[in-house]
């Protein structure tokens, strides 16, 4: 048996299913309970961005626009 599901959260949309064989189907508080804890999964990776490594990025990127802006105007452009 197959349970889709999908929830809209403060992240986006999550979407999943749930597999079970016919004859081992658990109760509905179970699978209330499964389904609550795939999405607080989700949204614990989806909420754990790696902040130093962003920084860390963004200061390289405005570097390298600063040396491009460099570079043209020392072609005078």
Request: glycine share 2%.
């Amino acid at each position: 048996m197959q349970i889709v599901f999908e929830v809209e959260t403060a992240h986006g949309k999550f979407s999943d299913a749930l597999y079970f064989e016919d004859d081992a189907v658990p109760d509905d508080a179970t699978i209330e309970a499964m389904k609550q804890q795939r999405i607080d999964n989700w949204i614990a990776a989806v909420t754990a961005l790696p902040t130093e490594d962003i920084q860390a990025a963004k200061e390289a990127i405005e570097a390298a626009i600063k040396a491009v802006e460099a570079a043209l105007a020392a072609e005078g452009n």
